[in-house]
């Protein structure tokens, strides 16, 4: 009898135990940039006309970037508005050729999911991305599950394509789900997706404030944009979640479904290995490129700072510059690619590469937002074997704001 009961006490102690542990971890919100309390991402399905007619300039208003999730043939119809689109800097995701549901819906019998197989998924999907970056120029990386459906075939032979998508794409976004994603735990193939058509301002704040409360990620999904009509989200909400948004007091992220399933995966491999800037000199690669990046470069100045969390260089004033150290085993002229993001606002300044005479002018392009990287050549270098030092810097003396965010330039053997 007493063994018994010390078994039970020892279990009661364990128990607790754990739900400590459970608690504290509950507590324990995920870092969000900037301070910032959630993420937001609106999202958009089927390529709908209203989407590039309405929807896209309207969203371009406040500078904001959305998710669309595209069916190539709907896109043809409005192909001048998608590729504004693509030019203005939204996502550009992928919903299939053929868009197939459960046969349940009438509808969608001549592409039912029951029909499928896990091959033809698969073809398909990779079909869609093909014709995608035909007609924009984009391979999405993203995509979205039509009708929220998940599986393929009957019965006994019913299979999830959920393992497809994760293969396929960064994420996978559903539809009529109940709740936000927590980024410390969700699964990007099996993202939530939480309706926003047909509802007001005042419907959505509950959702956005369970997702600060708990530090999650809250994926808004839609389809028509208008202001009435079945399956529309519509502009006047937007306009009040945008502004509720864009208000710094309410600590929210907004950006598209990629950009912030990159940077809670750049953070959870920050956990495994903490990036951090350590100088060094910087030397060929084996295929003869040399990759100046932020972690190997010194930044001087009274302002710029390393963000490991983006594995660039951030706050760069007119006063600051990053220099790098480099070992030259074989001279020749080399491409020059600078990855960089910068918000539309402060896009524009100029800047200069330089080592001894060889010099590379420029000025910052748009990336989008502060969030979002691109890589671009921005010139040619000519550099001779032995010791140099590289030097990036503003070219001129700018009083507000900054130049960009610096990730990284690669130099590459010209022609190769």
């Known amino acids: 009898m007493q063994s018994c009961k010390s078994t039970a006490f020892l279990f009661l102690i364990a128990l607790s135990l754990l739900r400590s542990e459970i608690t ?46 595209l069916v190539p043939s709907a896109a043809e119809k409005q192909l001048t508005g998608w590729k504004k689109a693509v030019a203005s800097g ?14 349940n819906f009438a509808w969608a019998r001549p592409n039912a999911l029951e029909g499928y197989t896990l091959e033809k998924m698969k073809a398909e999907l990779i079909d869609a991305n093909n014709q995608i970056e035909r007609m924009l120029g984009v391979k999405p990386e993203v995509f979205a599950y039509p009708c929220g459906g998940t599986f393929v075939g009957r019965g006994v032979n019913t299979k999830s394509y959920i393992p497809v998508v994760a293969e396929l794409f960064l994420t996978g976004r559903g539809w009529l789900d109940e709740g936000p994603n927590d980024p410390a735990f969700c699964d990007f193939a099996q993202l939530t997706g939480m309706e926003m058509d047909g509802k007001d301002f005042e419907q959505i704040l509950p959702l956005i404030q369970q997702a600060r409360s708990g530090g999650q990620w809250l994926v808004l999904a839609g389809h028509e944009m208008g202001e009435s009509g ?16 864009q208000d710094p007091a309410n600590g929210i992220w907004l950006a598209p479904v990629g950009t912030v399933a990159k940077y809670i995966q750049t953070a959870k491999d920050e956990k495994k290995e903490v990036a951090v800037n350590k ?46 150290d480099m070992d030259v085993s074989k001279g020749g002229t080399f491409d020059v690619t600078l990855e960089w993001s910068v918000s539309d606002e402060e896009a524009g300044k100029p800047f200069v590469l330089e080592t001894g005479k060889s010099v590379i002018k420029g ?24 010791k140099h030092k590289m030097v990036f810097r503003p070219d001129s003396k700018f009083e507000k704001g900054a130049l960009l965010d610096l990730r990284g330039i690669k130099l590459s053997p010209a022609g190769k």
């Open 363 to 386: 000025k910052t392009e748009k990336s989008g937002s502060w969030e979002t990287f691109k890589s671009r050549q921005i010139g040619q270098i000519k550099l001779s074997p032995g």
């Open 24 to 69: 504290i971890a509950q507590k324990e919100t995920f870092k969000w940039p900037e301070g910032k309390k959630t993420a937001i991402s609106l999202s958009f399905d089927d390529a709908r006309g209203s989407q590039a007619t309405k929807g896209i300039p309207f969203l371009d208003q406040y500078n904001v970037k959305g998710t669309f999730y």
């Open 279 to 324: 100088p060094e000199t910087v030397r060929a690669a084996a295929d003869g490129t040399y990759s100046l990046s932020a972690a190997s470069g010194k930044a001087t100045g009274p302002k710029i700072q390393f963000m490991p969390e983006w594995n660039a260089f951030g706050w760069f004033t007119a006063a600051d510059r990053v220099e790098w």
């Open 90 to 103: 939204h996502e550009i995701g992928n919903h299939s050729v053929n868009h197939p549901c459960s046969g």
């Open 230 to 245: 079945g399956q529309t989200t519509r502009l006047s909400m937007l306009k009040k979640l945008i502004e509720y948004a």
